[in-house]
């Protein structure tokens, strides 16, 4: 298949060096230092499931790659906006362009500028950065990644992407059923993981031995789930005690990507998780108190990353 990787960072890196590694046609879209980098010495991607080096075609214009029959989408949120006209070179008419960003809010964006048509659900989760130039440091997570069209059919492009991710080394590729659900399901954990590990500034493993914290930790989960719920989303009722126990089994010191934005100056992705479940609770009429709280202390962050 021909892909191309829209921001080959930590998400979008570790899935083009997979994918080119199974034998596909990948092309990588960057920008700045990492794209020279790539440009002169290729991608190389350090990982707990196994390195790799590889030698991609890489740019900032998408007019060179020409129309796909996959984009995946792993600019980061607050990107997603800017970055979704430059797309339309890479579509032909059946290109499917997966939005593998955190939030629930990324297909909706996309569809606005590219068309539904062209849009596919995804959520991703491991932990992956950018360590320098050219090169995708993956340190932990576990890889897996879960994908759907937006209306749960089953076309050839998302049976053809998942038999692509499925036979890749070091990828969990799992098709969902309703992507929607996944979308809420991920984006209950991770306001949960990022908003008290980024307010706290303190991994996991600490969060669960303070009570009066780790009562924040589910009643943010609690939150997003009546809010997904309220808009129609079928979330199931084990939601909120299955996260628990997934975060009661990471590693201690497991912090999270917000976390990570925040304590190196880079620009946080707060509108696209704990400002847009505001914005969702206040259209459905729901409370969010904790999520606006994590809102709240962390906007100032986002301001003086932002300047
Ligand atoms: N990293 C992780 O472990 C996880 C991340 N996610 C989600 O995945 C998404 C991607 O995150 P992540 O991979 O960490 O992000 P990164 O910052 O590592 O990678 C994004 C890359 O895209 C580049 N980029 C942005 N806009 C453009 C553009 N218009 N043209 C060319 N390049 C562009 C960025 O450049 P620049 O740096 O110059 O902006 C950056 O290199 C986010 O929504 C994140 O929340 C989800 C689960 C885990
Ligand atoms: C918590 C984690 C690492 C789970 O994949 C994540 O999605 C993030 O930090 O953005």
Redo the contacts with the bound molecule.
């Keep these: 298949m021909k892909f191309a990787v829209?921001?080959?960072?930590?998400?979008?890196?570790?899935l083009g060096a997979r994918l080119a590694d199974a034998g596909h046609e990948v092309h990588l879209?960057?920008?700045?230092d990492?794209?020279a980098a790539l440009e002169s010495d290729g991608l190389r991607l350090e990982s707990v499931r196994g390195d790799t080096a590889v030698d991609l075609p890489a740019t900032?214009d998408p007019v060179e790659i020409g129309p796909c029959d996959c984009v995946l989408f792993?600019?980061?949120?607050h990107?997603t906006r800017?970055?979704a006209p430059?797309l339309e070179p890479l579509l032909g008419e059946d290109t499917a362009v997966v939005s593998?960003?955190?939030?629930v809010d990324?297909e909706g964006w996309l569809a606005e500028e590219i068309g539904a048509e062209h849009v596919v659900g995804g959520?991703?989760?491991?932990?992956?950065?950018?360590g320098e130039p050219g090169v995708?440091e993956?340190t932990g997570?576990p890889a897996r990644f879960v994908y759907g069209e937006l209306d749960g059919e089953r076309t050839d492009r998302i049976e053809a992407l998942d038999a692509a991710l499925s036979e890749s080394e070091g990828v969990e590729a799992v098709l969902a059923a309703d992507i929607r659900v996944e979308l809420w399901r991920?984006f209950a954990f991770?306001c949960a993981q990022a908003g008290m590990t980024a307010t706290t500034r303190l991994p996991v493993g600490e969060l669960r031995e303070t009570d009066a914290s780790w009562a924040m930790y589910r009643r943010l989960i609690e939150e997003v789930c009546t809010v997904g719920r309220a808009e129609g989303v079928d979330l199931p009722e084990d939601t909120v005690d299955e996260w628990l126990e997934f975060a009661r089994d990471l590693d201690p010191e497991m912090y999270s990507?917000?976390h990570?934005d925040l304590t190196h100056d880079?620009?946080l992705?707060l509108e696209?998780l704990h400002g847009s479940v505001v914005r969702h609770a206040d259209e459905v009429g729901v409370d969010a108190p904790m999520n606006e709280a994590v809102h709240a202390i962390l906007r100032p962050w986002a301001d003086r990353a932002e300047r």
Excluded at 29 to 32: F, H, K, Q
Excluded at 74 to 77: D, E, G, L, N, S
């Design positions: 829209f921001g080959a960072g930590g998400v979008g890196g570790y879209i960057a920008r700045g990492h794209l900032d792993c600019v980061k949120a990107d800017d970055a430059d593998f960003q955190n939030g990324n959520v991703a989760y491991i932990f992956s950065t950018i995708v993956h997570g991920k991770i990507s917000l990570y880079k620009r992705e696209a």
